[in-house]
T-cell receptor, first 113, second 115 residues
Framework: DAKTTQPPSMDCAEGRAANLPCNHS???????VYWYRQIHSQGPQYIIH???NNETNEMASLIITEDRKSSTLILPHATLRDTAVYYC??????????????FGKGTMLLVSP | DAGITQSPRHKVTETGTPVTLRCHQT?????MYWYRQDPGHGLRLIHY???????DKGEVSDGYSVSRSKTEDFLLTLESATSSQTSVYFC??????????????FGPGTRLLVL
């Protein structure tokens, strides 16, 4: 099962696009990439997920490279409320044979005025 | 937001006392999870459930037990609390859409302080 690598922190100006990178070079062909975020003192919030095609929803866009070894989460117009820790995640198999998400340390995104 | 509540939201207890945290969902999702979150460690899975009375250990299960007697409730018990179990505990639920897809939705968390 794949693990992920993210920069520990990033800065972004309010109103600009925030591009958060993630490396998952050992991802296998049927593993989805998930993005969550956690605003201070709150529970993690689901943002988006994808397999190999680019995905977009009301919160963000997910760009996955053709070789699937990396992805980028794009917040098109960052606001101060987007300041949070962003997690890029793939599934990890448990002993029971069931697979679940494993959270790393994520990227702390600071959006400034 | 997914219908997930956790109780209590805050608790202070003493070393050696038993503590039970409750997670309640209104979504009728099959899978439920307990995580703990500590500075420098991110989120770590304690136990999870894949159905009523079906549970399994996660990454950091020592000192914890769980029970799920009905779909909507997942209980986490610290039989004899220790200071190392001071943490923020999150419950999550999911309804897998396939072997490789899973979207988890998280509760608001419980802050536990063991003195």
């Amino acid at each position: 099962d794949a693990k992920t690598t993210q920069p520990p922190s990033m800065d972004c100006a309010e109103g600009r696009a925030a591009n958060l990178p993630c490396n998952h070079s050992t991802i296998s062909g049927n593993e989805y990439v998930y993005w969550y975020r956690q605003i201070h003192s709150q529970g993690p919030q689901y943002i988006i997920h994808g397999l190999k095609n680019n995905e977009t929803n009301e919160m963000a866009s997910l760009i996955i490279t053709e070789d699937r070894k990396s992805s980028t989460l794009i917040l098109p117009h960052a606001t101060l409320r987007d300041t949070a820790v962003y997690y890029c995640i793939v599934r990890v198999a448990m002993n029971s044979g069931y697979s679940t998400l494993t959270f790393g340390k994520g990227t702390m995104l600071l959006v400034s005025p | 937001d997914a219908g997930i509540t956790q109780s209590p939201r805050h608790k202070v207890t003493e070393t050696g006392t038993p503590v039970t945290l409750r997670c309640h969902q209104t979504e009728n999702h099959r899978y439920m999870y307990w995580y703990r979150q500590d500075p420098g460690h991110g989120l770590r899975l304690i136990h999870y459930s894949y159905g009523v009375k079906d549970t399994d250990k996660g990454e950091v299960s020592d000192g914890y037990s769980v029970s799920r007697s009905k779909t909507e409730d997942f209980l986490l018990t610290l039989e004899s609390a220790t200071s190392s179990q001071t943490s923020v505990y999150f419950c999550a639920i999911s309804e897998s859409t396939g072997l490789t897809q899973e979207t988890q939705y998280f509760g608001p968390g419980t802050r536990l302080l063991v003195l």
